[in-house]
């Protein structure tokens, strides 16, 4: 192996024992060791700003914006009384319902944008019955990305499987995904009520309380809520259409902020972008550095040649492999990088001898989605969350998360290697 691939493992080791230890901002550790990669020259600059997705940055600051204008209508409040008054105020009920519709949600939009808005809605919901928002968070985040994983617009792993295999349309990431997705969503609720029952009790009285509140009276300005209900609404909209008409999710997002930003004026448009993220959006560019290092010097195409290597063309063995690699790799590094070289390893196995590369796609997808379920750091919905926790006084720290996570991620990953089993390789 290559010194400079030496220096890049070392690197990206050391820096992810740092932020799982937790000793310094997770931030600032992964800035650093993305500034480290470059002055070490083992990616130039000009390598590691191609490697940063500007897309998902662009999609995340662009619906920051909108829900953070959208925010200060008590819009989420007011969906936060209405939501606990439909569970009659039982936050186990709560739990079990917003649950669902984030799943839905992260089916239909992705799973970003899904938490962007659902995340301030539990938020008020917490503080009125008094409960840890901790454990909603975290079923937040699992359900989004079980939810994402069911469409070719849910997730960024999907998109690009999409992109590459014109095959594989719409109607065949719902047909071949939604029925496992599903499934795996309706054991897990169960799992979520079971692990946080004793966590989440409130009493007779806050319940009755919050089945006093009036949920129209905590709309405080109608006026700026049409304007960013209009825009939210365009917004969504333009995410189901912008592959026909060729525009990034990213373009989207930041057309809808700052359209609203000019309905609202001036004097909002500070007050908006210190609503942004700004800590989570620079953990993300580190972490697009570090991993370019891994690609940039070889490490992670060599690591997938020699496991599909060890497959010998055996469609099940290769999709199992393909399956489970995918999602213990998702658990612990940034997705879209892996994908983006599975994807041309896949295709070049078909030219080596195996015909039917279906099961195989499938794998990949469902262990990239899932896999992200594994850590804190498996998905960018969970750093969002992990953010905006962190931001209202709740940190969700790393070990925490994966104690619940990454024996659930097993589970669904379980229940997804007999789903490709027994529909496409019997």
């Known amino acids: 192996m290559e010194q400079q691939a030496i220096w890049a493992i070392v690197i990206f080791l050391v820096t992810y024992g740092m932020i799982i230890a937790e000793k310094i901002h997770r931030t600032i550790v992964a800035m650093l060791g993305a500034v480290i990669i470059v002055v070490f020259g083992i990616v130039d600059q000009e390598s590691a700003l191609h490697h940063i997705d500007f897309n998902t940055l662009g999609l995340l600051v662009g619906m920051m914006i909108i829900v953070g204008i ?33 799943a839905g949600g992260s089916a239909l939009l992705d ?63 719902i047909n071949n995904l939604a029925p496992i997705a599903a499934l795996i969503m309706a054991v897990h609720i169960p799992l979520f009520i079971w692990l946080f029952r004793n966590k989440i009790r409130t009493t007779d009285e806050l319940k009755a309380n919050v089945m006093k509140l009036d949920e ?15 825009v939210l609404g365009l917004t969504i909209v333009g995410f189901f259409l912008h592959q026909l008409v060729h525009l990034e999710s990213a373009t989207v997002a930041l057309a809808g902020a700052f ?3 000019l309905l609202t004026g001036e004097h909002g448009m500070e007050e908006a972008f210190a609503k942004v993220e700004w800590t989570t959006i620079f953990f993300f560019v580190g972490l697009f550095v570090l991993v370019s290092g891994l690609v940039e010097t070889g490490v992670i195409a060599e690591l ?45 196995m078909g030219q080596l001898g195996i015909a039917d590369l279906e099961p195989l796609w499938w794998s990949l997808a469902l262990g990239a989605c899932l896999g992200g379920n594994g850590s804190l750091i498996g998905a960018s919905a969970n750093l969002i969350v992990a953010g905006m926790s962190g931001k209202e ?10 104690k619940i996570g990454f024996p659930l991620m097993l589970l669904s990953v379980a229940m997804a290697s007999a789903y490709i089993y027994l529909r496409y390789l019997i």
């Open 393 to 402: 006084g709740h940190p969700i720290t790393f070990m925490h998360y994966l």
């Open 70 to 102: 959208t925010a200060e209508t008590g819009f989420f409040k007011y969906l936060a009384v209405l939501a606990a008054k439909k569970a009659k105020g039982d936050p186990v009920r709560i739990m079990a319902l917003l649950s669902l519709i984030t």
């Open 304 to 348: 997938a040649a020699q496991a599909i290597e060890l497959t010998g063309g055996d469609p099940v063995f290769t999709s199992m492999l393909i399956l489970w690699l995918s999602a213990i790799a998702s658990a612990f590094l940034d997705n879209i990088p892996f994908v983006a070289t599975m994807i041309p390893m896949i295709q070049e």
């Open 216 to 230: 129209k009276e905590l709309i405080e300005d109608r006026k700026l809520l049409v304007k960013s209900l209009s």
């Open 111 to 173: 799973n970003v944008t899904t938490v962007l808005l659902m995340v301030p809605i539990l938020f008020s919901i917490t503080r009125q019955l008094q409960v840890p928002p901790v454990p909603f968070l975290i079923t937040q985040i699992i359900a989004c990305n079980i939810g994402g994983t069911a469409t070719l617009i849910g997730d960024p792993p999907n998109i690009m499987i999409g992109s590459a295999v014109k095959e594989l349309t719409f109607m065949a990431f």
């Open 259 to 261: 359209l609203l930003l």
